[in-house]
């Protein structure tokens, strides 16, 4: 019989990197892997290069042949959005079931002791998901620490205003995210645009941000009122006294769409 495998799925947020180093050197036979859609932002790659640096381990990478928009063609240009999470199945999930197969593995999934969701994880019978920060009581303080005491740090997207992992166009983005992303990366945010074409299906259109377009949203009177809006309820959260994390206060904006954001890809 084949022993259990360990496997720790990093997605490039702060979670699944304060958890790989956590477990680095209680599982010294942790497998680390990274499904690639090819659409990351590159801050992202930087910072897995600083994990396996900390590390000293490779991070396998899936998905090196099979792309977001290899996927997009075959859904036939259909946007993904919360209803409709294909890149999600077929760009994480997949790749990742396939890639341990029918052996017994233990999944280490980053969630918090202080954190209250669900999400998308693989519901394989031979695939176990373990949770070591909500076993020790690990919350958001305790992640910060070993990100800061490891000297791998924060994402370093989070210095321009992003605060999740995943696809630079990633529907799960707020208003405020898409605002920083024109600013940071026009070059992204044009090929984001891009996508937003007349699904053949139906010639409907569908958008990455919730009821508006990427072209009306970067509109300058547009982008301002988002700005004003995000900077209202920041300082409202301070003179409350919230001493909010930049993932906390966008968590708490009135623009996130609907559901639970997929674990594999945020966490």
Known sequence: MKPTRHVLSLSGGKDSAALAIYMRDRIPNMEYIFSDTRKELPETYQYLESIEDYLGKRVHRLNADLGFDHWYDVYGGMIPSNHRRWCTKMLKLKPFEQHVGDDAVLNYVGLRADENRSGYISHKPNITPVYPFQEDGLRLPDIERILRDSGV????????????????????????????????????????????????????TFTWSERESLTELERPERMQAIKDEHERRRMAHERRGDHLTLAEVFARGDDEPEGDACLICTL
């Open 153 to 204: 740090g924060m994402p370093p997207y989070t210095k321009w205003g992003r605060s999740r992992s995943g696809c630079f166009f990633c529907f799960y983005q707020q208003k405020i995210e898409w605002v920083r992303l024109k600013e940071t990366y026009p070059d992204l945010y044009e090929k984001a645009k891009g996508y937003e074409k007349p699904f053949e299906g139906s010639g409907n």
